[in-house]
């Protein structure tokens, strides 16, 4: 729910990436994009779907990346 939840949250931010589930039940992902778009996203994250139970986000931006010269996925992906 988590993942799926994120995705669509990313494709309506138009953001490239990824996202997945982790051996210890935590989320992990990439993310790139406007600023501004990024930062919505981090904000969603923080909450999550209302199924979810968030304890802990943490986030590294990346200033100056090239989003022309990205090798992240476009359209924003779940990955196995």
Same mark, same amino acid.
Not at 9 to 17: E, F, I, T
Not at 60 to 70: G, N, Q, R, V
């Given at each position: 729910?988590?993942? !799926? /939840? =994120? &995705? %669509? %949250? *990313? @494709? ?10 982790? #051996?210890?039940? /935590?989320?992990?992902?990439? *993310? *790139?994009?406007? =600023?501004?778009?990024?930062?919505? &996203?981090?904000?969603?994250? @923080? +909450?999550? #779907?209302?199924? *979810? ?8 931006? +990346? !200033? @100056?990346?090239? +989003?022309? =010269?990205? =090798? &992240?996925?476009?359209?924003?992906? +779940?990955? /196995?």
């Amino acid at each position: 729910m988590f993942r !799926k /939840s =994120t &995705l %669509q %949250q *990313a @494709h309506a931010l138009n953001l490239r990436g990824w996202v997945r589930n982790e #051996p210890d039940g /935590s989320v992990s992902g990439e *993310a *790139a994009g406007p =600023t501004q778009h990024v930062e919505r &996203l981090r904000d969603y994250l @923080h +909450i999550g #779907p209302r199924e *979810a139970r968030v304890d802990n986000v943490d986030v590294m931006f +990346i !200033k @100056h990346h090239d +989003i022309s =010269t990205s =090798t &992240l996925p476009m359209p924003f992906e +779940i990955r /196995s």
